[in-house]
């Protein structure tokens, strides 16, 4: 079956540019994580959905960045007027239940000039 | 907070073993442990849950004492495949959103000929 999708693979970017990233979690999972993953580093956690909860942003570094998840399912992540720092790699993770296996997605590369 | 992992690198030979640590400083109900090759997304390797038993995935087995909120995980007669970083991801506690784990900052393992 289909796993865990991210668009687009790769983005370069202007610095002060605004950018979305975009998550499609496999069918019927209710849970949805983001990670942001910098080169060698740890997976650092940003936003969590669960089912129709609101979310947890506490891992949001600054409020350039945003996420929502429509209908449950796909999920996107804007990040608005993008600094170099925000380079990374941007990971996003879907499970069954909240507390279950996470499948992740192949992660978008953004990279900011 | 996030769990500490030991230690930070390991480099093997094929066929040796090796251990993974993973501690936290609070009360624990699962821990998640993820495999990820260089470049590549983590895979989820095992869960173990509070009150559990070892689980084991191929050669790789892993234990969880509740009482001092640790993991191991345990690499035997490794393989070349076995290289890649090693995350723990815990669970726990009132203060986070349930089902958000805190990953901690990976272990780094070679295997070579």
């Known amino acids: 079956g289909a796993g865990v999708s991210q668009s687009p693979s790769n983005k370069v970017t202007e610095k002060g540019k605004d950018v979305e990233l975009r998550c499609d979690p496999i069918s019927g999972h209710t849970a949805l994580y983001w990670y942001r993953q910098s080169l060698g580093q740890g997976l650092e956690f940003l936003i969590y959905f669960q089912g129709n909860s609101a979310p947890d942003k506490s891992g949001l570094p600054s409020d350039r960045f945003s996420a929502e998840r429509t209908g449950g399912s796909v999920s996107t992540l804007t990040i608005q007027r993008t600094q170099q720092e925000d380079s990374a790699v941007y990971l996003c993770a879907s499970s069954k239940l909240a507390g279950g296996e996470q499948f992740f997605g192949p992660g978008t590369r953004l990279t900011v000039l | 907070q996030q769990p500490v992992q030991s230690p930070q690198a390991v480099i093997l030979r094929e066929g040796e073993d090796a251990v993974i640590n993973c501690s936290s400083s609070?009360?624990?109900?699962?821990v998640h442990w993820y495999r990820q090759k260089h470049g590549e997304a983590p895979v989820f390797l095992m869960i173990l849950l509070k009150g559990g038993e070892q689980k084991g995935h191929e050669k790789i087995s892993a234990s969880f004492n509740e009482k001092k909120q640790q993991s191991s995980l345990y690499l035997t007669a490794s393989q070349l495949s076995y290289s890649g970083t090693y995350f723990c991801g815990t669970l726990g506690g009132t203060t986070d959103s349930w089902g958000k784990l805190q990953f901690g900052a990976g272990t780094q393992v070679v295997v070579t000929p």
């Open positions: 609070k009360a624990l109900y699962s």
